[in-house]
């Protein structure tokens, strides 16, 4: 089964540095594109950024490019989102996603279950 | 950048047909996707390309495109398609920048 796993919840104060992590199996996790997607409480789908693993090719939506930090280590075909200064405002659900494409088409077909991260003092 | 809008909400009768529809420069030149939010779930894909559905999806979904537009068509609606419904789009600057809709929240009545 093709399957994203993400890490577990987080409860972070405001000013600490967080990693969460997104876990590919069953299939080859340095053929396909990964992206991370917030969504805010109550609030939308918003895209953060994507990697390609196998070269580490890293791209990030205009509103996040120095904001977060996404990796990725073909060794353990996991994929990560970190911080390294949280505020209240990184309050969200966080997934990632893998992205399919063909000739004619692309889409983020595959999603994590998503990881909640709450940033309170 | 560049973005899509959706229209927040729409209802449809248990049983009838809904369309939503999805607006952006980028859909001129790039195929939306569909995603289906069901709360506290994460999103599935249902639509994606010229029309075409994943594995499970059943087939009263469709997808079609016409100029800056993308439509997803649910046709016969049942009380399981009550979702959050986001349509997605690469950036028309074409360098692996994408946009979501703000959504289009789906009450079957």
């Known amino acids: 089964e093709v399957q994203l796993v993400q890490s577990g919840t987080e409860v972070k104060k405001p000013g600490e540095s967080l990693k969460i992590s997104c876990k590919g199996s069953?299939?080859?996790?340095?053929?396909?594109?990964i992206a991370w997607v917030r969504q805010m409480p109550g609030r939308g789908l918003e895209y953060l950024g994507i990697i390609y693993p196998l070269d580490s090719d890293t791209r990030y939506g205009p509103s996040f490019e120095g904001q977060v930090t996404i990796s990725a280590d073909t060794s353990n075909s996991t994929a990560y989102l970190q911080w390294s200064s949280l505020r209240a405002s990184d309050t969200a659900m966080y997934y990632c996603a893998r992205k399919y494409s063909d000739s004619y088409s692309e889409a983020f077909d595959i999603w994590g279950h998503g990881t909640m991260v709450t940033v309170s003092s | 950048s560049s973005e899509v809008t959706q229209d927040p909400a729409v209802s449809v009768a248990l049983g009838q047909t809904v369309k939503i529809t999805c607006q952006g420069d980028?859909?001129?030149?790039?195929?939306a996707s569909w995603y289906q939010q069901k709360p506290g779930q994460a999103p599935v894909l249902v639509i994606y390309?010229?029309?075409n559905r994943p594995s499970g999806i059943p087939d009263r979904f469709s997808g079609s495109n016409s100029g800056n537009t993308a439509s997803l068509t649910i046709t016969g609606a049942q009380a399981e398609d009550e979702a959050d419904y986001y349509c997605s789009s690469r950036d028309i600057s074409g360098n692996h920048h994408y946009a979501f809709g703000s959504g289009t929240t789906v009450t079957v009545l």
């Open positions: 390309g010229k029309n």
């Open positions: 980028s859909l001129r030149m790039y195929y």
């Open positions: 069953g299939y080859t996790f340095t053929n396909y594109w």
